[in-house]
T-cell receptor, first 119, second 109 residues
């Protein structure tokens, strides 16, 4: 299946600093990528849809100035958590969708996730 | 109403039991349906796609009822290794993927 690589897998940062998370589709072109956040014992919550070459679309309640998304190429999207605070500590996961060749269903392929801890 | 709703968990079952998860979705234009499995602190991994005709993969059977906007997953002969959170996933137009809240399964010896 398709491969999506996310980096870093974990990061600890001081409150007030910014953290950048990268998401790469390694063997396919992803015009659209998605960023999710998952708090402990909760499900994945879609934060934003990242569109190559255009502005990201943010879900309600997600601050676009705090979570900066850049999708500069067909294989790379980045999420920057600006001025991070302890409440931003979470598991962030990116995904990219691709059409499964046999079924023609869209499948989501996930990065490994980034565990962010803000101290 | 949430776009994708799942049975609340957790499900605690003994080894060898059969367990069923249900999921409903609200958008009738939804295009693709999946069950993902997520282990603690790991990313979700695709378990199986769900088709209207139903599909089976070993001990796992998935069903889709478009008229009722309902998806199910049946696990037979549960193993300890089946313990995980099972996520119902629906894809709408434009590749947008919506996750259910997940159902936690604990299989005990």
């Amino acid at each position: 299946g398709a491969v999506v690589s996310q980096h870093p897998s974990w990061v600890i940062c001081k409150s007030g600093t910014s953290v950048k998370i990268e998401c790469r589709s390694l063997d396919f072109q992803a015009t659209t990528m998605f960023w999710y956040r998952q708090f402990p014992k909760q499900s994945l919550m879609l934060m934003a849809t990242s569109n190559e070459g255009s502005k990201a679309t943010y879900e309600q309640g997600v601050e676009k100035d705090k979570f900066l998304i850049n999708h500069a190429s067909l294989t790379l999207s980045t999420l920057t958590v600006t001025s991070a605070h302890p409440e931003d500590s979470s598991f962030y996961i990116c995904s990219a969708s691709s059409l499964a060749p046999l079924t023609m269903n869209t499948e989501a392929f996930f990065g490994q996730g980034t565990r962010l801890t803000v101290v | 109403r949430k776009e994708v709703e799942q049975d609340p968990g957790p499900f605690n079952v003994p080894e060898g039991a059969t367990v069923a998860f249900n999921c409903t979705y609200s958008n009738s234009a939804s295009q693709s349906f999946f069950w993902y499995r997520q282990d603690c602190r790991k990313e979700p991994k695709l378990l199986m796609s769900v088709y209207s005709s139903g599909n089976e993969d070993g001990r796992f059977t998935a069903q889709l009822n478009r008229a009722s906007q309902y998806i199910s997953l049946l696990i037979r002969d549960s193993k300890l290794s089946d313990s995980a959170t099972y996520l119902c996933v629906v894809t709408t137009g434009g590749f947008k993927t919506i996750f259910g809240a997940g159902t936690r399964l604990f299989v005990k010896a």
